[in-house]
């Protein structure tokens, strides 16, 4: 199940990234009044676990610096309610995903079939310890094919997030630090220009890396050890593990159906870069 879990992130984390990449979703938020980009994808990933306060969202999303949650939460929702937010990124995400498949492969019986498909495993792990999964849980499931689809993607996405920050966590791996482990696994380098941390205070990303050198992580040049290339990888296995249960409720047969169908969903959405 460790290797379907791999399978199913790379076939399902194209349709997620619609939301953040497409500009349905932002040209949504941003008609209701929120005033930036980030306004908008704090407002609206957080709502889910309610009016809670920047502190709780800072330590669920897990990989932002501190003070960022506290520059969008609660500001975003004193005049928009998150229910609304919540709503419009649903509108445009699935908007933006059939506009990329086109009328036909979004119509198609073989987009209905995934969307009931990831439905059934997304709604089926249990929840606790999985506080982002656990807010998306808590919403309607749309009734719509291409929006339930795009939901479910999310919920499972949540899930495996809430358990990647297990699995940071028991690394003893913090939210910077663990971009900087990403970059330079996508080979980036230095790993500080990385678009999510190259904004921080040089003094803050000088700590962190001189953190990662103490603990025998990454090299003088700011590369990966072997030390670091293995802590890496463990928890990335653990993150697949961990994120295995939902499709124990779909049977050999239905996980083989479910890979076929969205095989030509993904390929297309990767072709666009989920744009």
Known sequence: ???TARRMFELLEPICLVTYFAEESNEELAALGHRTYWDGYFASRAAPLGRVPAQVVHAAFYSFADGEAARHIPSA????????????????????????LGDELAGSPGLVRAADLTTTAATSAPTEGRVMYAGMRALPVPSDPVARLWHSATMLREHRGDGHVAALVGARIGGTEAHV???????????????????????????????????????????????????????EALTDELAAAPYDALSPAELDELVAELEPITAKLVAAGSR
């Open 1 to 3: 199940m460790t290797h």
């Open 77 to 100: 929702w004193e005049t928009i309610p998150p229910e609304a937010s919540v709503a419009a990124r649903e509108r445009g995400s699935a908007a933006s995903v059939r506009r990329i």
């Open 181 to 235: 482990l990403w970059a330079l696994a996508e080979g980036i380098h230095p790993p500080e220009s990385f678009g999510r941390i190259h904004h921080l205070p040089k003094e803050r990303l000088a700590a962190v890396m001189d953190g990662l050198r103490e603990r025998g992580l990454v090299d003088i040049d700011g590369r990966f050890t072997d030390v670091g290339r293995e802590t890496r990888r463990r928890i």
